[in-house]
């Protein structure tokens, strides 16, 4: 149950792309197709963006797109926003109804 | 609209004991199974345990197994969490969350648990 790992920052100026890495292990990332990924302004709940790797909650922009490639998965924001200046978690589905999250990737928009 | 409640959290010495609840409201509570997420002052997100719909199958991390209970009542739309043997390092903001896919699609606000003496 060790924590997936991320880079602890990424940043952007308006309008270009950030992608966010997120790797684990054949037992977590690269064994289910169970990822998700959360975006969390500070002292606020973390907000669902992605689930199940690739798919987009209803009102969630398209700017948000997820991927995976074996262990890694990882976190695509295009169009760089000052709105999207957050902490981002990737999450996944470890078996056995265990999760386990990613460590954590501060974005700034420069 | 979905709403999750967390209440419980405060000081508590170490080797002490509490009991977390979540309400909730706005869906179907007995049809999602629920977790317990926290996260420690200034640190990431740490998934803690999670329950079925039955609450028949529950769930936890390694660093809490014989230490915390999760458990809801359907027919009161509430989860619980009993903790027991706290530690300083149980200290954190705990979240109640809905699950569905793999994922946590709703969260509450979180309440504060601090284990010191």
């Known amino acids: 149950q060790s924590a997936l790992t991320q880079p602890p920052s990424a940043s952007g100026s308006p309008g270009q792309s950030v992608t966010i890495s997120c790797t684990g292990t054949?037992?977590?990332?690269?064994?289910?197709?169970?990822v998700s990924w959360y975006q969390q302004n500070p002292g606020k709940a973390p907000k669902l963006l992605i689930y199940?790797?690739?798919k987009r909650p209803s009102g969630v922009p398209d700017r948000f797109s997820g991927s995976k490639s074996g262990n890694t998965a990882s976190l695509t924001v295009s169009g760089l926003q000052a709105e999207d200046e957050a902490d981002f978690y990737c999450?996944?589905?470890?078996?056995?109804?265990?999760?386990?999250f990613g460590t954590g990737t501060k974005v700034a928009v420069l | 609209e979905v709403q999750l409640v967390e209440s419980g959290g405060e000081l508590v010495q170490p080797g002490g004991s509490l009991r977390l609840s979540c309400a909730a409201s706005g869906f179907t509570f007995g049809d999602y199974r629920m977790s317990w997420v926290r996260q420690a002052p200034g640190k990431g997100l740490e998934w803690v345990a999670d329950i079925r719909q039955g609450a028949g199958e529950k769930s936890y991390v390694n660093s809490v197994k014989g230490r915390f209970t999760i458990s809801r009542d359907n027919a009161k739309n509430s989860m619980f969490l009993q903790m027991s043997s706290l530690r300083a390092e149980d200290s954190a903001v705990y979240f109640c969350?809905?699950?569905?896919?793999?994922?946590?699609?709703?969260w509450g606000q979180g309440t504060l648990v601090t284990v010191s003496s």
């Open positions: 054949s037992s977590d990332v690269g064994g289910h197709n169970y």
């Open positions: 999450c996944s589905y470890a078996g056995s109804n265990t999760y386990v």
């Open positions: 199940e790797v690739t």
């Open positions: 969350a809905r699950g569905i896919s793999g994922s946590f699609d709703r």
